[in-house]
Nanobody, 123 residues
Framework: QVQLVESGGGLVQAGGSLRLSCTAS????????MGWFRQAPGKEREFVAA????????YYADSVKGRFTISRDNAKSTVYLQMNSLKPEDTAVYYC????????????????WGQGTQVAVSS
């Protein structure tokens, strides 16, 4: 059983930056594809970004492409989401996700979820 704990959320002005972190425990981190999702008030949870086991392949939602960067440090069992040029519409609870079955699964039906971290972007 993999446990995921997110951190780094907060309040930021539009145009600003935040870096989210997600630290995993209870499994062999390098064997998991990792992802980030978000859920805004009144909306469904949506995919944001994903990264393969070794970090060589990354995927992004169109809405964040060019602004967000996903990365991972397998030695620290941590995945990051660097968010730049933030917009008010990026306001949401951000969730970390994991799957041993690769990026195609972590982008759609992850096996494990974190509890989420709130990101609020003011205009």
């Amino acid at each position: 059983q993999v446990q995921l704990v997110e951190s780094g959320g907060g309040l930021v002005q539009a145009g600003g930056s935040l870096r989210l972190s997600c630290t995993a425990s209870g499994g062999t981190f390098r064997r998991y594809a990792m992802g980030w999702f978000r859920q805004a008030p009144g909306k469904e949870r949506e995919f944001v970004a994903a990264i393969s086991w070794g970090g060589s392949n990354t995927y992004y939602a169109d809405s964040v492409k060019g602004r967000f960067t996903i990365s991972r440090d397998n030695a620290k069992s941590t995945v990051y989401l660097q968010m730049n040029s933030l917009k008010p519409e990026d306001t949401a609870v951000y969730y970390c996700a994991a799957s041993p079955s690769g990026t195609s699964v972590v982008r759609t039906t992850p096996d494990y979820w974190g509890q989420g971290t709130q990101v609020a972007v003011s205009s």
